[in-house]
């Protein structure tokens, strides 16, 4: 495999079960539909293949520590006062990733290389990651020996619900965690 490494300087990938919780910690691991859209991103001739990802093999995220920082949101209604209008506000916790890592691996060195001319993000555009120079070529259980958190997907006995796939009508997710490394969180 050919192995392509993205630093950043800090990434967010919200839990899909996160809806208004007043702390939320940065989910540990890619779903399925997160690694469809890096791949469509990094391949745009895939757009039209959706629910099916082509040309990433394996991946890996690790960070070195996660952040609690605040956050001011404002409801989307508006409230009527006598005089004026206002809408409500509130105060989450989110715990940011701070540097993270992310290895693709690919089959052939040519998407290796076309990956590695590329940025990516997390999630969200602010995280943005940067390749690093060299591509590495390493076997699978190489692979598997490199730190952080991997989500295997699929079903099996040890998976669950990681979410609804956003390219493939929102069709549940399955998958498994492995982890090799300190565990943070």
Request: with cysteine; proline share 4%.
């Amino acid at each position: 495999m050919y192995i392509v490494k993205y630093k950043g300087k800090f990434g967010y990938i919200k839990p899909w079960t996160a809806v208004r919780d007043g702390e939320t910690f940065s989910q540990q691991f890619l779903t399925p539909s997160i690694i469809e859209g890096m791949e469509k991103k990094l391949f745009p001739e895939l757009l039209e293949k959706n629910g099916q990802i082509c040309k990433i093999l394996r991946h890996k995220l690790s960070y070195a520590a996660v952040d609690m920082q605040q956050e001011v949101t404002q409801a989307r209604g508006w409230k009527n006062s006598r005089q004026q209008m206002t809408r409500e506000r509130s105060i989450l916790k989110r715990g940011v990733m701070i540097d993270p890592v992310l290895y693709l691996a690919f089959e052939n060195i040519n998407d290796a290389k076309r990956a590695a001319s590329q940025h990516l993000c997390l999630c969200r555009n602010e995280d943005v990651m940067l390749p690093c120079p060299e591509i590495m070529e390493m076997s699978e259980e190489a692979f598997g020996e490199l730190e952080g958190f991997e989500l295997r997907f699929g079903e099996s006995d040890k998976s669950f619900l990681v979410g609804y796939n956003r390219f493939d009508s929102a069709k549940p997710m399955y998958g498994w965690i492995e982890f090799n490394g300190n565990k943070l969180i």
